[in-house]
């Protein structure tokens, strides 16, 4: 690690004192794909649409557990790319719902994926500030002016502090990602369960037409 100026109590960051929001966070993780069970229980047929919606499933809790991890681990840049990840994941969702001719992007195989520009825009329109969110994890996960610098610091007697290891400003930095990851976790935690919901009355109703 190199560091410049480095101060007595120069981490200000202590994943120890947010335990129990880290803790939470990867129980919700559970619960949200837990929704997820409904489509899996008995014989289902596996179609390519059914297909998708586990890779998305799999992607959510993927992004969602690697969050957490980050920022339990004080490491601002890797878990805002894996959020940004996220909130893309479930941004789709509302890309497909207006352009269900594209799902096909999305089967096992598919050799050309979507526009992420346009799925971003398909967002905003049903979430207003999910642009707003996306870029600003976009300034970080890119090479940018405004992502760069997560340690550099001014301290009270005027000093610079800077150091090339991650790490959060302050626990209240640390909390806003579980803040919004939170946010992004319940829309996504609807979504597999009203997907898982579909899929289950469409095999109901083969079952009884059999």
Known sequence: MVEAGAVNGSRVFDAAEIEGELRDARTAALEMVRGARG??????????????????????????????D????????AAATLLRSFAENLAVVFYIEKHPGEMSKLYPGAEQGL???KV?????????????????LSSMAHPSGSGAF?????????????????TFLSNEDALQYLKWLAELRGLTATVIRNTAAGFAAAESSAHQSG
Do not use: C
């Not at 649409?49 to 799999?58: D, N, Q, T």
């Open 39 to 68: 489509a899996l229980s008995g014989a289902v047929d596996l179609t390519m649409g059914y297909l998708s919606f586990l890779g998305f499933v799999e992607r959510a809790q993927a992004f969602h557990l690697g969050t957490v």
């Open 120 to 136: 971003i825009a398909a967002a905003q329109k049903s979430l207003p500030g999910f642009k707003r969110l996306h870029d600003h």
């Open 150 to 166: 997560q340690t550099l610091r001014t301290e009270p007697d005027g000093r610079i502090f800077w150091q090339s290891h991650p």
């Open 115 to 117: 526009a992420m520009g």
């Open 70 to 77: 980050m920022v339990e681990a004080g490491n601002p840049l």
